[in-house]
């Protein structure tokens, strides 16, 4: 079975960036839909975007103009590339395909 790995997440101010990765043990993402959700403490988790095998990307509207993602195929690695991050985006966040989900990352953003 694949397995997912995050990676990136970090304490970070109001306005600042972050990248976030997800590893795959195995080619996946050139397979298969996957997404970034996050969940924040006492809430439900939440899809924060989405990038299919093509590589067209869908993300919640809180986060469009400031969240991208890529891959880099030859690494089994996707990327969430956070930009003017917003105390709201403080969550842990997950890579999920297929079903499998990671360990999740721990963003927080406070001043």
């Known amino acids: 079975q694949v397995q997912l790995m995050e990676s990136g997440g970090d304490f970070v101010q109001p306005g600042g960036s972050l990248r976030l990765s997800c590893e795959a043990s195995?080619?996946?993402?050139?397979?298969?839909?996957m997404n970034w959700y996050r969940q924040a403490p006492g809430k439900q988790r939440e899809m924060v975007g989405t990038?299919?095998?093509?590589?067209?990307?869908n993300y919640l509207p809180s986060a469009k103009g400031r969240f991208t993602i890529s891959r880099d195929n030859a690494k089994n690695t996707v990327y969430l590339q956070m930009n003017n991050l917003k105390p709201e985006d403080t969550a842990t966040y997950y890579c999920n395909v297929q079903g499998i989900w990671g360990q999740g990352t721990l963003v927080t953003v406070s001043s």
């Open positions: 990038m299919t095998p093509s590589g067209s990307t």
């Open positions: 195995r080619n996946i993402f050139s397979l298969y839909s």
